[in-house]
């Protein structure tokens, strides 16, 4: 399906090789002042082409609004917007009209759909994202100002892995470098590795984290409407994403109940707070007013410049080349997304509330 | 909320130390035969104090079916059912009356609901899955004649891990132990751990194991309805979960592209399949024809029979010590529930598309 | 599908013929003292044989509260009910098995269901409404407190009518006839037509108007979240149900527009009102403070104690005679049903903005 | 909310002086041929200025399609159109910027959104029914494939009333009058009715029939899911609407049980139907394979190109005299509409069943 939310909903539309991407944005509160050049901040930083790591596409994508916003403000009424398609090359696809990419959604999308788009992977490719983080923008906006800000960044690629708690870790770093990590010296050797990768025409997977500060207590309901269940839908409806874990998730596991309770005090300010965070800023299902932090783990993206052995619809074995532009390591485009799809789970459930 | 799933849906109601817990299916197929007694058997596993391992309640649950059944098979209109509730010590619980028990879900209740039922832990309770068994009981009836299977076990507890792939298991062995790990000498160490634990007084967490096999290609959409998204959800819903990860999951970051994909061919009888399933049997969000595996990480249980520091209502200091009855592992009770949870959702795609 | 509601919703379980008739209640606001005597008093005025004028099936339903009251209180889980049926009389039913009984369900369910119950209609009988007269006394309970009241009246039975406005009948005379119209002289006419009606084992239909007192201004949503809108499909879920309409509705057509608009002036206490209220409360769809009233047209019921010409399953024809006791005019007992479906749209809609 | 049906969803935006109406279709189904010149054809039907009756607005909507067909078909993704607004005079609504104009959405919307956009009406314009018209020529298309026909036409215009049966109507008619009544003579008497009320710039109401033809028996669901609930619904939804009423309606109030009752009988070619129709093609919620017909009551429109006493914002006295282009009755323009809206609601009960 294509719709995401439940009071701030937004529907999706738009192949990647087809006329326009675009989205409807239903249940924006009115009276929020639309600050256009962050949405179109936003939507460059998912941009391809914008480092020398990814690859050279170089979308220029502007975001029209069509509806719902009168003199600046949202008005309450659905929110639609579009981006045009340019830019995008058809004719590196034409090979792959009958041909099943390995670990692509092809054969899948054969199987259920007979007649389908094969350019650019229709529906199941990463332009679809363009609407995601449009509506997380707004979202962003809206939850700023009620003083919750959400910050992702990649702290896992391949084997390098940046294992500090984000505590430690300095938020103004992350855009100093292409690959999004906040930590310069890991970075680097991340960096080298993408680079290395690409050369091979290979490539590498990693995580990201995130986390959103000053959500408030009370977000989220036990059993079915868990915050922790809807954050980890959320993430895991993002193309090439493999598993979420959220406060001391897999790792975890080694510790002790007694060495992983988040113990109650009251601080100097006369507050009940945890003098910990293993839960992650979720016990229940609910919010409990600390910081909620999850990582999202994403695979090495499955299109190679390498050649590979495969089958066509009929069942012929062929040999793949993949001419264009690809990606060796799709995670710091992703980062946008990730806080894209967290912005707009936490404004869903804020609204829900208040 | 309390509703579960889209075409087949659970509403299940009921607090730990109220009258009864429930569920109302709705969606559930007309013409099926309900076999009662593999329903009352799935009600059973997931009893506590049926092994040394576990706690000594002893709660014998009889599922008590109102509605939506005639002559013994489904007639399409809605399965009431009810357990009623017995043998629960609301007296064990007095002491908790205006406490915060560390990493329960008491804090973040209060502030939520202000008048709020302290017994038992309310609807967070693990009593609250007695639904979810039922229900899930009865869609592995419904997918076990369209040849689908879901079969979970323990493959970790604390530092004891069952490493080997799902493929190189024997299922058989899942209930001859306590601890329903297949892997009869892990199991062996695993039940050590949880032995030294309890004496301590402390919990230990772990990973669930789950494979569902024979689910037909195309369950599942791209963007928003991705099935791997759908299974997350499912399993996040359930307490105590930390994690979800599924195929590769996140050990797969380790390995390059060109290890980790799945290549085509065709086989023995014409059929296009895989050479290996790293994407676990969804690709692109959709469902391969390959088995679906995932793995789901539980947290350490937290009450603990040790005493804590913790706070009252009114911020006062105070050390908890808990009586009764409880569990230093959850995870072998789980495995009942992530396969009703597994059942449920794989059933609510295939209705959707058959 | 069986469950109404997107805030306050309700799912009902329970065939007339089965164990129980039950509901579960989901999104109750927590704190709400909940009446058991008003609620057990809604359930008792739909019962049957209450009257000369109604059968005497003189069911005696005591509903049973599951789940979600704690002292008293509700306490904002899912509110689990139960009422168990006895006094049902399988075997007046007996020789209907195999027969289609003209203008009932019984011939689009046996194409719909296959497997089916046949005794006394299942599901589409009258008294699925019990759950809906529960939940419906809970939303009453609770609009009460924010000053909304909802009154239900019979104002017409065949061609005795009641035509005068609502603003000018008498509410406190309702319960003070069986037929339940505030006009004590037209009542009588309509019970001395039932009564008539009756004796010739024949049935005859009528309108019953309803009046939402107290409404805030702003409930519902332009396009397609109209309170009207909401309302028509609340009371066409109710059993026998032909028509709908609200404020001049079908008898407004003879109105030029210049007849018909409610001007707007400042009254005594500067408040801006309507002089009249042709719109019937309603504006754009959303409800503008003044009293909503609407009707809804009730079909004669289909259950004939006269013989009836039909088919049986195989097609072969036969004479009906229903044994039993069957009602010559559902509208008295429908007034409570109506009162419970407008309770919880409004209060539906009134949870979606307080 | 913004957002129509179940499986074949219609997610609608713009405002009629903001940039552009348009829409997203999600859940059609693949393969569909669609027929550009219908869809096209089906759109003019709704603008005003296509005959002497209605206003000179003249807009020549082009709908624009983004997404979701590729090669003339679809494809399933989700459909994305939009209708570029262009022709829309702001300044005849100037004089209206703080007015509340009676028996308009405005004093409703101002109190429930504060700041919202006075233009033309915004949302609870008719334009917005440009998305349904486009979405419902697609839903007729795919109908008629199923040898599913639906046709509406005028009925009744103020006393003027079109008294026959839809069986002895000829619907090749409806078009060779811009009243679109199938009754030559009774067209007439329309026409010169409407004709007088517009000289005196008074506005004037009246009923649509509309007959959806080959429905399969089974679709709707008893209780909550009643098909005659969805279409009521549906066309409550629609702007100016007052009433619904199915199969005899308030019309059938005055016959007996014994006078109403379809009776079953085999006929020649063995098939088990019924000897009448009063039902209205529906029974106990489920259509029943008989015609479905209804008839929608529209109130005379509100705005008037004679004086009216109003007040504004402040509460202050004013006289409105509105200038621009308006229609006498809405009634011939809404036709389309309503075969719209009852072309989704039976194509997603459709695909709810097969």
Redesign the interface.
């Given at each position: 399906?294509?719709?995401?939310g439940n009071i701030f909903?937004l529907?999706?539309?738009?192949?990647s090789h087809?006329?326009?991407?675009?989205?409807?944005i239903?249940?924006c509160p009115?009276?929020i002042v639309l600050d256009m050049e962050f949405v179109q901040g936003e939507l460059d930083k998912r941009r391809p082409g914008q480092s020398e790591l990814t690859t050279s596409r170089n979308e220029s994508d502007k975001v029209e609004?069509?509806?719902?916003i009168?003199e600046g403000?949202t008005?309450?009424?659905?929110?639609?917007f579009?981006v045009w398609n340019n830019n995008q090359h058809s004719s590196d696809y034409d090979s792959l009209k009958n041909v099943?990419r390995?670990?692509?959604?092809d054969?899948?999308?054969f199987?259920?759909?007979?007649?389908?788009?094969h350019r650019g992977g229709?529906?199941?490719s990463a332009r679809?994202t363009i609407a995601r983080v449009v509506a997380g923008a707004i979202a962003k906006l809206i939850l700023q100002k009620k003083g919750i800000k959400i910050t992702a960044y990649v702290s896992?690629v391949?084997?390098i892995c940046l294992s500090k708690s984000y505590i430690q870790v300095d938020f103004s770093n992350i855009e100093k470098t292409a690959v999004r990590c906040p930590d310069l010296e890991i970075a680097k050797q991340m960096i080298a590795l993408i680079q290395s990768?690409r050369l091979r025409g290979?490539?590498?997977?990693?995580?990201i984290t995130c986390i959103c500060h000053g959500v408030p207590?009370?977000l989220g309901?036990?059993?079915?409407?868990?915050l922790?269940?809807?954050l980890?839908?959320?993430?895991?409806?993002i193309?090439a994403?493999?598993?979420?874990?959220?406060?001391?998730?897999?790792n975890?596991?080694?510790?002790?109940?007694?060495e992983?309770?988040?113990?109650?005090?009251?601080n100097k300010d006369?507050k009940?707070v945890?003098k910990s965070n293993?839960?992650?800023g979720i016990?229940?299902?609910?919010?409990?007013g600390e910081d909620i932090y999850f990582?999202v783990?994403?695979?090495?993206?499955?299109t190679?410049l390498?050649g590979?052995?495969?089958?066509d619809k009929d069942?012929n074995?062929i040999q793949l080349e993949v001419k264009g532009r690809h990606d060796p390591c799709v995670l710091p485009r992703a980062v946008p997304i990730v806080e894209s799809m967290a912005a707009m789970t936490i404004l869903d459930y804020y609204l829900y509330n208040y």
């Open positions: 399906m294509n719709t995401f909903k529907t999706s539309f738009g192949e087809g006329t326009a991407i675009g989205g409807v239903d249940g009115a009276g609004f069509l509806s719902g009168y403000k008005i309450g009424t659905p929110i639609g579009i099943f390995p670990s692509h959604a054969y899948t999308y199987q259920k759909y007979r007649h389908y788009d229709g529906r199941s679809e896992q391949g084997d990768v290979d490539t590498v997977g990693g995580v207590v009370g309901n036990p059993v079915f409407g868990k922790s269940a809807a980890s839908n959320a993430m895991m409806s193309n994403t493999k598993g979420f874990d959220y406060g001391m998730g897999f975890g596991i080694h510790r002790k109940g007694s992983a309770n988040d113990l109650y005090y009251r006369g009940i945890t293993y839960s992650g016990q229940g299902g609910i919010s409990s990582r783990a994403f695979k090495p993206v499955a190679l390498q590979q052995l495969t089958v069942g074995e």
